[in-house]
Nanobody, 122 residues
Framework: QARLVESGGDLVQPGGSLRLSCAASGFSLGYFTIGWFRQAPGKEREGVACIRTQNGVADYSDSAKGRFTISRDNAKNTVYLQMNSLKPEDTGVYYC???????????????WGQGTQVTVSS
């Protein structure tokens, strides 16, 4: 059964860092784009970053550029999201999902994980 599992969410102070992991089981990530999305309470899910696992080509939202880095380890069948200089507005549940497009639109994605909570607060 194909599934994605996110991990690494935590409570962190503003300015801090976190690394999220998206591990796949039941299928190889090597044929997909993997996207990271976040959803804050009362807000729509928004795309943060995505990566083509075959060649490492990535795209970022404006809010993530310069602070977040998406990467993949195909041998571990895992995609990471390194988040630096975190801000309170980065708070939310972070999800990963698969697509055949390099896209930050959640409508282009399937196989959603269960999410991991990131809270940025002092």
């Amino acid at each position: 059964q194909a599934r994605l599992v996110e991990s690494g969410g935590d409570l962190v102070q503003p300015g801090g860092s976190l690394r999220l992991s998206c591990a796949a089981s039941g299928f190889s990530l090597g044929y997909f784009t993997i996207g990271w999305f976040r959803q804050a309470p009362g807000k729509e899910r928004e795309g943060v970053a995505c990566i083509r696992t075959q060649n490492g080509v990535a795209d970022y939202s404006d809010s993530a550029k310069g602070r977040f880095t998406i990467s993949r380890d195909n041998a571990k069948n895992t995609v990471y999201l390194q988040m630096n200089s975190l801000k309170p507005e980065d708070t939310g549940v972070y999800y990963c999902a698969t697509s055949h497009l390099l896209s930050l639109d959640s409508a282009d994605y399937t196989n959603w994980g269960q999410g991991t909570q990131v809270t940025v607060s002092s």
